[in-house]
């Protein structure tokens, strides 16, 4: 059942400086709710690719120095061309932190200036980090990835969101909130994720009706209320798996007003059918997470050029997929 257009009272913070409402407006430009994860793998990369940075055969070192400053300039490339690919059928691109940091200081060079190529394109920047800890800590990672565009408190990895965990309490998501109404940035906190033994934790009974993910959607809900701009979405979003389709419409009910982001997609089993309750009549709401279904769709011996001709038909396939089970007028 598609979800109507959230109603409230809240204060809402206006114009272009809200990132939901950058999002939100990427998302009517382009008809696309995509998002593409930008999750970097060697072994899956076009051999040709690999073979201009001296990588093709080569056994993995990330202890070596010198292995990573080529893996780290072969990723770049890689969602260079990605990007180029891809572009006009996405409203958001995600880097996963991890893929990055397993090649060092070279790898984090690379997702510095991987988030400058996806600003560069126009699009915003979803950092898949997972981050939070105490108030003090959450802070230094408020500011490392959601700090402002320039001068003493710039960001290191240029951010517009970025995805962090709740299990600390308001007190570890304070930090990020006070980024979100400064640098108008943007949260997707961990709810419904799209691991299979995510319910373990998330469905387990929590104190009072529900379970523990349904206690966290209400907790979302509060921290975004003054956070929400002109489109009616709140700059605090959450993470709410395509692939758990059964719990969608009950976390919107609970969270009327959270951008959902949404993983699963293609690869993990989650299908267009299974992201609908989360977006609303104006086809807004979500972005739709997918990275192996749409980096991979061809095997790594197919020639470069056709390789990024193949990224591209996947990303549009996938617009059109979930363009097809949006209500229209």
């Known amino acids: 059942m598609v979800q109507a257009k959230p109603k409230h009272q809240e204060p809402r913070a206006q114009g272009p400086h809200h990132f939901a409402d950058r999002v939100c407006a990427r998302v009517l ?34 202890g070596d120095a010198d292995y990573c400053r080529r893996a780290a300039a072969c990723i770049v490339e890689f969602n260079h061309r990605v990007l180029e690919a891809t572009a006009e059928y996405a409203a958001a691109c995600k880097p996963q932190c991890a893929y990055y940091e397993a090649y060092g200081p070279a790898g984090m060079a690379a997702l510095q200036q991987t988030a400058l190529l996806i600003r560069e394109a126009g699009l915003p920047v979803v ?51 006070d980024c979100c109404r400064e640098f108008g940035r943007g949260l997707f906190i961990l709810c419904r994720t799209s691991n299979p033994s995510g319910g373990e934790i998330q469905e387990f ?64 089993g989650g299908g267009a059918g299974d992201v609908r309750d989360a977006l609303d009549a104006r086809g807004l709401g979500a972005l739709v997470a997918a990275s192996r279904s749409v980096l991979y769709p061809v095997p790594p011996a197919t020639p470069a050029a056709d390789y990024f001709d193949a990224v591209a038909s996947a990303a549009r396939d996938m617009r059109d997929a979930i363009n097809a089970v949006l209500p229209r007028a």
Request: proline share 8%.
């Open 127 to 177: 950092m898949d980090g997972k981050r939070n800890d105490i108030a003090s800590t959450a802070a230094r990672y408020a500011q490392a990835y959601l700090g402002a565009d320039s001068g003493p408190r710039a960001a290191a990895f240029p951010a517009d969101a970025l995805t962090i965990n709740a299990y600390l309490g308001s007190d570890g998501v304070t930090p990020f909130l």
């Open 29 to 62: 430009a382009a008809d696309t709710r995509v998002c593409v994860g930008l999750d970097p793998d060697l072994a899956r990369f076009p051999e040709e690719l690999l073979a201009a940075h001296q990588l093709a055969g080569a056994t993995p070192a990330p």
């Open 205 to 268: 009974p929590a104190a009072g009706p529900g379970a523990l993910a349904r206690r966290v959607a209400g907790l979302i809900h509060g921290w975004g209320r003054d956070l929400v701009g002109e489109h009616g979405y709140s700059a605090v979003g959450a993470v709410v798996a395509a692939t758990r389709p059964e719990d969608v419409a009950e976390l919107r009910a609970l969270m009327p007003r959270a951008l959902f982001l949404m993983p699963g997609f293609g690869a993990q």
